[in-house]
């Protein structure tokens, strides 16, 4: 089962523009994980946001976490065509104990147009 | 300082067949960790291996089934081959035993076709 739901499942934007992708997960969690897929290969590791955090920043990537909500966002600024991917969310389960699990949404494809 | 790397890229077979995917962690990495991205199924935690032993598996029945070696590579297997076991399937690596408490960093997959 998906633990978490991206939103929208897609987006198309300029370049130049900033695209926000949402997260949302339904059970508690010790972190959550920001990946990027370019065209159905590997994964890229983008951020990873522990539960007692709200905001992370990584070049023009900002991710934010709220627990109460449930929810993160992945905000990418500056968009470029080189980012057009498919951005998914992945978490943990906290009381599952370390079970090496990540639990991966369905993704958010995103599209810059140059 | 390289990535995990997969082996091979793609792999095609015929149903009933065995195949066998092979995976090298990031050096220092003593966790491997297997997933399949089905087409429409999203992608789904296969198996957890640390130190040689099995940590966990997925929901997926026995005939997936692997091994890690002493120089943490590891190896999938999935036996008796069905038409929708074709799929990507991603290997990913984390320092000694976090599991998913720390960042999981992935290989290119290998893209298994069964025909």
């Known amino acids: 089962s998906q633990q978490g739901e991206e939103d929208p499942q897609a987006l198309s934007i300029q370049e130049g523009e900033n695209a926000t992708m949402n997260c949302s997960y339904k059970?508690?969690?010790?972190?959550l994980q920001w990946y990027r897929q370019n065209s159905g290969r590997g994964l890229v590791h983008l951020i990873l946001?522990?539960?007692?955090?709200r905001e992370k920043h990584s070049g023009r990537l900002r991710v934010t976490l709220d627990t109460s909500k449930k929810s993160s966002s992945l905000l990418i600024t500056a968009s470029r065509a080189a980012d057009t991917a498919s951005y998914f969310c992945?978490?943990?389960?906290?009381?599952?104990?370390?079970?090496?699990?990540?639990?991966f949404g369905q993704g958010t494809t995103l599209q810059v147009k140059p | 300082e390289a990535g995990v790397t997969q082996s091979p890229t793609h792999l095609i077979k015929t149903r009933g067949q065995q195949a066998t995917l092979r995976c090298s962690p990031i050096?220092?990495?003593?966790?491997v960790y297997w997933y399949q991205q089905a087409l429409g199924l999203g992608l789904q935690f296969l198996l957890w291996?640390?130190?040689?032993?099995?940590?966990n598996r997925g929901n997926f029945p026995p005939r997936f089934s692997g091994r890690q070696f002493p120089n943490y590579s590891s190896e999938l297997n999935v036996n008796a081959l069905e038409l929708e076991d074709s799929a990507l399937y991603l290997c990913?690596?984390?320092?000694?035993?976090?599991?998913?408490?720390?960042?999981?960093?992935f290989g290119p997959g290998t893209r298994l076709t069964v025909t």
């Open positions: 990913a690596s984390s320092l000694d035993g976090t599991g998913a408490d720390y960042e999981q960093y």
């Open positions: 059970t508690s969690i010790n972190n």
């Open positions: 946001i522990r539960s007692n955090e």
């Open positions: 992945a978490t943990d389960s906290f009381f599952s104990g370390n079970t090496g699990k990540l639990i």
């Open positions: 050096s220092g990495h003593t966790s």
């Open positions: 291996y640390d130190e040689g032993e099995e940590r």
